[in-house]
């Protein structure tokens, strides 16, 4: 199956700062990739997604970039804010037209922190 | 729109109890996952419905959990009896049929589950 590896664990950054997250998959066969937020006490929640046919892809201060080749992408937030403080996971899934599969393989998750 | 509701938020039972969580899926969604979050982790599918049937049971451990849809829409999941090891949040989610194009997964609050 479908393995995700995540780092960091944890990330500070100074307010105002850029924080990056890095993610490796496993299976090339993957076309899917989401990133959630969760915030204490609360379920995950979709911020950005990108799929195989997409380099990159930005949201406002958000943006993920996908390297199919290397199988890794990353999530970039610039000009960090206190709100964006949570726990950040990437997942990857692989999706086909008339295929009832879409499960998720999580990474770990990455501890972000927004130094005031 | 409404979201995914899960019931209870929280529960703590005693090892070999058995206890059983709710979900409601986005109204419209004919997909319907459960996942394990075990603290520091990321969620881990436990099972896929599509409608009223199962797509995805794989990582269920059968001998102790179990899970029906019965009228495809609302969701339960029981354990019996319940290990020490299951204490974790479990968390609902839903998506569009994959015929949408449309495999966001949309995940409710959770049930936070400690076994003692």
């Known amino acids: 199956g479908e393995n995700v590896e995540q780092h960091p664990s944890t990330l500070s950054v100074q307010e105002g700062d850029s924080a990056v997250i890095k993610c490796t998959y496993s299976?090339?066969?993957?076309?899917?990739f989401p990133w959630y937020k969760q915030e204490l006490g609360k379920g995950p929640q979709l911020i950005i997604d990108?799929?195989?046919?997409?380099g990159e892809k930005k949201d406002q201060r958000i943006a993920v970039t996908l390297n199919k080749t290397a199988k890794h992408f990353s999530l970039h937030i610039t000009e960090t804010q206190p709100e964006d403080s949570a726990v950040y996971f990437c997942a990857a899934s692989m999706s086909l037209p008339g295929l009832d599969d879409y499960k998720l393989s999580f990474g770990a998750g990455t501890t972000v922190t927004v130094r005031a | 729109e409404a979201g995914v509701a899960q019931s209870p938020r929280y529960k703590i039972i005693e090892k070999r109890q058995s206890v059983a969580f709710w979900c409601n899926p986005i109204?419209?969604?004919?997909?319907l996952y459960w996942y394990q979050q075990i603290l520091g982790q990321g969620p881990k599918l436990l099972i896929q419905?599509?409608?009223?049937?199962?797509?995805?049971d794989s990582q269920l451990p059968k001998d102790r959990f179990s899970a029906e849809r019965l009228k495809g829409v609302d969701s339960t999941l029981k354990i019996q009896p319940a290990k020490l090891e299951d204490s974790a949040v479990y968390l609902c989610a839903s998506s569009f049929a994959m015929t949408d194009g449309d495999e966001t997964q949309y995940f409710g609050p959770g049930t936070r589950l400690l076994v003692l």
């Open positions: 109204s419209g969604h004919a997909t």
């Open positions: 419905f599509q409608n009223n049937g199962v797509v995805d």
């Open positions: 990108i799929r195989s046919n997409v």
């Open positions: 299976d090339s066969a993957s076309n899917y």
